[in-house]
Each structure stands twice: as C-alpha cells, then as structure tokens.
C-alpha cells in the first residue's frame, strides 16, 4: 500500500533560521506531490505541488520544494522562516492513474514552531 | 474561487446518537471526499464519492456512510456516534476534468466533533 512518511513531527526554529522538512513517499509509480499547511483554526491551504516537469517547484510564501525521484523525495524548503507562531505541514501524495486518482494519501503531519 | 463549506464547525454529540455532517461545493466537482485530521496521523481518508450516488470506502470506514443524492453535496453520517470518533473532519473536492493538468484538492474548514 502506498504511504507518506514525514520524518520530523516537531520542528521549533528561530525567526530568519532556514527550514527543511522532509517527506518520503512509498509507490513506484507515477505521482503527484503536494505540500499543504494549516494554521490554527484555519483550513488547510495549498503550498505547492508537483505534476511534471522541473523537478524544483516553487509555491506561495516563499517555499519550494525538489522532487528527488530515486530517492522517494519531495522535501519543503524556506531560507528564512518568518514569526508566525505554529502552524502544521502535511505532505501528500496521489497516484496517477490509478482508479482512485484524486484521493490524496497524507503523512502524519510536521508542527513547526518559529520563535521570535 | 473554489468554495467547500461545511455546515457545522463545532459540535458536541452523545454517545450512541446519530451524527450528520454536511458538506457542499459550489464547483461542479465530480469527486468529493471526507477525511478526518487526528495529531500525530495526519488526515486519513474516510470515504469518497466520485459521482452522484457512486461512494468508496478509504482507509477507515468502519463506523461511518456516506450519502451523495445530488453532485454539490456528501454527507458523512455516524450510525451511533462513539468516544473514539471525536475528531476534526475535513470534506474536499476536486475535478475529473481537470486530471492530466493538475487535479487539486479544496478542503473545507473542518468540523470539530466532540463525543461525550
């Protein structure tokens, strides 16, 4: 069965620190990937995802991500994270073509804490 | 903009009583699914519809239904609500038609459901 794992479940860094948040996924198949984020109280918004094409992908908020297909990757990066307090990351995955396409496989989630 | 919209941000249900939370999107989506988000397992997908009256279960479907009578519109239904069914829900949709150019997925705010 197909799987996302993220390896970090609690990050705290400091305001301007750069952020790597890792996210390894479990198919050999063609997939998309997403990055989603979700701040207390709110819903989740999408950050970024990758279809095709370059592999680096830049999204909303100053992140970007690189999808390392032969490592099973698609690691979150920031150089400098802003105070925002704690919000959570979720790293998803869809298997392309398959029947159920659309349904969106999750990891567990990584809370990063930024202080001021 | 894509809208969903869940009807119920926070409710608190009893033990044994029958709970309906209802979701709508304004898109003309054709798949519409139902997660529920608990700490430390990220989202886990409860069910999905790919079109009216079409459903299929996800990863955790035992406790739960669901019912799509028209295209904007998936319930999701406790028979007998338990204590471990308190959780945050999330409803989403995405297009079909929309696949081969980068099929994304709209959540609704969630809904926050307490068993006493």
């Known amino acids: 069965a197909q799987s996302v794992s993220q390896h970090n479940h609690h990050v705290i860094l400091s305001e301007a620190a750069s952020l790597e948040l890792g996210c390894n996924y479990s198919?050999?198949?063609?997939?998309?990937l997403f990055w989603y984020v979700q701040y207390p109280g709110q819903h989740l918004q999408l950050l970024l995802k990758?279809?095709?094409?370059?592999?680096l992908v830049k999204g909303i908020k100053g992140f970007e991500a690189e999808f390392i297909k032969s490592k099973f990757s698609f690691n979150l990066r920031k150089p400098s994270v802003q105070w925002i307090g704690t919000a959570e990351y979720f790293c998803?995955?869809?298997?392309?073509?398959?029947?159920?396409?659309?349904?969106?496989?999750f990891g567990q989630g990584t809370t990063l804490q930024v202080k001021p | 903009d894509v809208k969903v919209t869940q009807s119920s941000r926070y409710l608190v249900k009893r033990t044994g009583e029958k709970v309906f939370l209802e979701c709508v999107q304004d898109?003309?989506?054709?798949?519409m699914f139902w997660y529920r988000q608990d700490p430390g397992l990220g989202l886990r997908l409860i069910y999905f519809s790919y079109d009216v009256k079409m459903k299929e279960k996800g990863d955790i479907p035992e406790g739960y239904s669901v019912s799509r009578e028209k295209k904007e519109r998936f319930s999701l239904i406790l028979e007998s609500a338990s204590t471990n069914q308190t959780s945050m829900y999330l409803c989403a949709s995405s297009s079909t038609r929309r696949l081969l150019t980068g099929n994304t997925i709209y959540f609704g705010e969630g809904s926050w459901l307490t068993v006493v």
């Open positions: 898109m003309d989506h054709e798949n």
């Open positions: 990758y279809f095709s094409g370059d592999p």
């Open positions: 198919y050999g198949g063609t997939v998309n």
């Open positions: 998803a995955v869809n298997v392309r073509g398959s029947s159920n396409t659309g349904k969106l496989i």
